[in-house]
């Protein structure tokens, strides 16, 4: 058997743990078998047997002792001359069992069986860790970071096993050194030339519900359900909760006592905004919680165009709005509903102002753009903001802000 050497195959088996030995059993013994149809056009009468502890594997040829002259199939059956030769004491009727000496396959042969074998070892290894992470699917795992390229990062499981991490999955503000340990959740297995490849993911939904169902013991639990998640990552993320026990109120119970819950989540996620919030399946409620931080003074609902006005007051536009529209646009994933926010001046004196849209000859289109993402949507309501906050909440340089509030000061001071 030394010239097969299989017990480095064996030791393959036994390094993916996750291989039974019935399967690496039928797995060797289906490569000798084919190496036997290839001699032999037949392994009908030969027994294949593998002893895994040493590396080594005995085949037995059975064949039925007929007298001289009457054999009909040489595979099946020999002659009883030639029987007596191997052992004196044998007789017609008998069955004769014969070593097979795999030197006699020919170095070609056993080297394309040694080959062959390897290859099956090697894509049994893949199916299992193709199976087992694709039943992980959705699970939070731990993983090292082994190298970091520019367009995603090399991780290696406990066992040795390398995923992925793109760039794309990666919150905004990910910045991870070889050897660290991260988390992130299991988003997919691919396939790419039959090998398995374990894609991770920092940005799903699922990442975040996950951290909340390690946080919150009602979730784990059952107690709480998470209706829906919507996310910016590292921006922003709304969170919609329902409570099946009435004694719990769902979202301070996902919030934690003075924030101690949701701060390690914050922390993982990168200082991620998370707003909490009730479930509920009254649509004009559920709007006005999905727009929080900012407080909703009226709605105008069309349920079948799914569309929705809302008007705030002037003060709560920007809140509703968000920085770079984030707010309102979780807030419309999150509802389902396309709404469109509106300064509420109900009860203020009418003040002469302009939209910001007739100054489009004055202003680049993508400033005023800019401007109304953040709910500067008319002159005034532009220089009612600071050039700081004006900075601080836009992508605008100073020297443009400065630009359009001169534009916009000169206008009313005409009137």
């Not at 499981?157 to 070889?178: A, H, R, T, W």
């Not at 705030?312 to 529209?325: E, F, M, T, Y």
């Not at 419309?332 to 849209?357: H, K, M, S, W």
């Not at 509030?405 to 009137?415: D, N, P």
């Amino acid at each position: 058997m030394s010239s097969i050497n299989l017990i480095d195959a064996f030791q393959d088996f036994k390094e993916a743990e996750n291989i039974d030995r019935p399967t690496m059993m039928k797995v060797v013994e289906d490569v000798f078998k084919t190496l036997l149809r290839k001699k032999y056009t037949s392994d009908d009468n030969f027994d294949v047997i593998v002893n895994a502890e040493k590396g080594d594997l005995e085949i037995i040829r059975r064949r039925m002792i007929v007298e001289d002259g009457q054999v009909e199939d040489p595979l099946a059956q020999v002659a009883y001359s030639d029987a007596v030769k191997i052992e004196p004491d044998f007789e017609v009727g008998e069955e004769l069992y014969e070593e097979i000496d795999l030197l006699d396959f020919g170095r070609r042969a056993i080297l394309a069986a040694k080959q062959t074998l390897a290859s099956r070892i090697s894509d049994l290894k893949k199916n299992v860790l193709a199976k087992k992470y694709s039943d992980r699917i959705g699970d939070i795992i731990s993983a090292e970071v082994y190298q970091v390229w520019k367009k995603e990062i090399l991780l290696l499981d406990e066992e040795g096993n390398e995923l992925i991490l793109p760039k794309s999955e990666q919150i905004p503000q990910d910045y991870f050194k070889k050897g660290e340990n991260i988390r992130a959740v299991v988003a997919r297995v691919d396939m790419k030339n039959n090998n398995p490849v374990i894609i991770l993911s920092r940005t799903s939904p699922e990442f975040l519900a996950k951290l909340l169902e390690i946080e919150v013991p009602e979730i784990f639990d059952g107690l709480i359900v998470i209706k829906k998640i919507v996310r910016d990552p590292g921006e922003r993320a709304k969170v919609a909760v329902e409570s099946y026990d009435d004694r719990i109120d769902p979202v301070g119970a996902c919030v934690g006592m003075k924030g101690s819950r949701i701060h390690g989540i914050v922390r993982e996620l990168k200082n991620e905004n998370i707003d909490v919030i009730n479930w509920t399946s009254n649509i004009q409620l559920l709007i006005q919680r999905s727009l929080t931080p900012a407080k909703i003074t009226s709605m105008e609902l069309d349920n079948e165009a799914k569309h929705a006005n809302v008007y705030l007051k002037p003060d709560q536009v920007s809140l509703a709005i968000g920085r770079r529209g984030v707010n309102i646009k979780l807030a419309c994933e999150l509802t389902g509903y396309e709404l469109d926010v509106y300064r509420d001046n109900e009860g203020e004196e009418a003040e002469f102002d302009v939209d910001i849209e007739e100054f489009s000859d004055e202003i680049e289109t993508w400033v005023i753009d800019e401007l109304k993402r953040v709910g500067c949507d008319t002159g005034r309501s532009v220089l009612a903001l600071t050039p700081e906050e004006l900075e601080r909440r836009t992508d605008l340089e100073k020297e443009t802000i400065d630009e359009v509030r001169k534009i916009l000061r000169e206008e009313f001071e005409k009137e």
